[in-house]
Antibody, heavy 123, light 107 residues
Framework: QVQLVESGGGVVQPGRSLRLSCVAS????????MHWVRQAPGKGLEWVAV????????YYADSVEGRFTISRDNSKETLYLQMNSLRHDDTAVYYC????????????????WGQGALVTVSS | DIQMTQTPPSLSASVGDRVTITCRAS??????LNWYQQKPGKAPNLLIF???SLQSGVPSRFSGSGSGTDFTLTISSLQPEDFATYYC?????????FGQGTKLEIK
């Protein structure tokens, strides 16, 4: 069955960096686009970033553009989110999610999600 | 960016009730609209995609409709497991923004 397992969350000071990982199993990882979505405590969902099946196209929300980098290693079936210059308002549960499509075109839909990784930015 | 506005923000209903949640986009998005259900402490779950297509494994009491800017999610007969928060999300262009959510509570 499809599984997505995030790791790498934790407590980090403002201005520091953290890298999240999402290990995929149960499907052909290299055929699907992948997303990161976050949810601040008690708040709604915020789309963060998407990467195409082969890593050639990446797109970001304005709130993380220039600070976060999405990447993937298809040989390891793993998705990453490198988060630099972290701010208090980056505190959230970060979910990785599979897109039913291979590229970030109109009609994306996130059909499988991981359990989430909590990132807390605090001094 | 396209803004997504859900109404109501919260809703109280009873088992067996018919419930409708509305989502409005700030510009036309054709039928590029998804609905997700999220239970406390859990990841979201895709219910409806392309405004009205039921995701595999989702009960048929869930349905979606709409096009352009106005969309609805309907639950025809509420079951105890349906009490959760529901989010719409457009899938038209980047960024793929979500609505603020509708919390469905037991009356």
């Amino acid at each position: 069955q499809v599984q997505l397992v995030e790791s790498g969350g934790g407590v980090v000071q403002p201005g520091r960096s953290l890298r999240l990982s999402c290990v995929a199993s149960g499907f052909s990882f290299s055929n699907y686009a992948m997303h990161w979505v976050r949810q601040a405590p008690g708040k709604g969902l915020e789309w963060v970033a998407v990467i195409s099946y082969d890593g050639s196209h990446k797109y970001y929300a304005d709130s993380v553009e220039g600070r976060f980098t999405i990447s993937r290693d298809n040989s390891k079936e793993t998705l990453y989110l490198q988060m630099n210059s972290l701010r208090h308002d980056d505190t959230a549960v970060y979910y990785c999610a599979r897109d039913r499509q291979s590229i970030a075109a109109a009609g994306i839909r996130m059909d499988y999600w991981g359990q989430g990784a909590l990132v807390t930015v605090s001094s | 960016d396209i803004q997504m506005t859900q109404t109501p923000p919260s809703l109280s209903a009873s088992v067996g009730d018919r419930v409708t949640i509305t989502c409005r986009a700030s510009q036309s998005i054709s039928t590029f609209l998804n609905w997700y259900q999220q239970k406390p402490g859990k990841a979201p779950n895709l219910l409806i995609f392309a405004a009205s297509s039921l995701q595999s494994g989702v009960p048929s009491r869930f349905s979606g409709s709409g096009s352009g800017t106005d969309f609805t999610l309907t639950i025809s007969s509420l079951q105890p497991e349906d009490f959760a928060t529901y989010y719409c999300q457009h899938s038209y262009i980047i960024p793929y923004t979500f609505g603020q959510g509708t919390k469905l509570e037991i009356k």
